[in-house]
């Protein structure tokens, strides 16, 4: 057993932040939000009430809410982001989304870092961005 003193190696870095899960009360829409407009493909659909979905290199799950779940109190999650790899692309999304009915919560626009995005809503709320981001959006 470690005493309080003993320190530890962290075991080395993360593959990164590939993997988010959300609760939803109308998974077949969240469903057809990320596959039919943001191009998500369908990884695994254990049963009626979870689908994973991947846009090649993370993972997406959707989970029907649990019956008596209370999705309620303080939201601790700010949004979710999808990289684009070109900045002009961001646009074309933005156009995109609005001919489609999607929400949106902030037009795109240019951040002081050299990012551009806009925000929207899925079909649960919860807050997505699409940012084309430099250090990452080439990878």
């Given amino acids: 057993m470690n005493s309080a003193s003993d320190k530890l190696v962290r075991p080395g870095s993360t593959g990164g932040l590939r993997h988010v899960a959300l609760y939803c009360d109308r998974l077949e ?4 939000f990320y596959v039919e407009l943001l191009g998500m493909t369908v990884e ?13 290199n993370d993972n997406l799950a959707l989970h029907r809410k649990p019956e008596g779940y209370q ?52 079909p649960e709320g919860v807050t997505v961005q699409l940012i084309y981001h430099p250090p990452i959006s080439s990878n």
């Avoid at 829409?29 to 057809?32: A, K, Q």
């Avoid at 002009?88 to 609005?98: I, L, N, P, R």
Wanted: aromatic share 12%; glycine share 8%; proline share 3%.
């Fill in 71 to 122: 999705m309620s109190g303080d939201q601790r999650l700010d949004h979710i982001g999808f990289i684009i790899r070109d900045m002009d692309a961001v646009d074309v999304w933005h156009e995109f989304f609005v001919a489609n009915g999607v929400k949106i919560m902030a037009v795109p626009r240019t951040h002081r870092d050299g990012a551009r995005s806009f925000y929207c809503h899925d």
């Fill in 29 to 32: 829409d969240s469903e057809r």
């Fill in 44 to 56: 695994w659909r254990p049963d009626t009430d979870n689908v994973y979905l991947t846009s090649g």
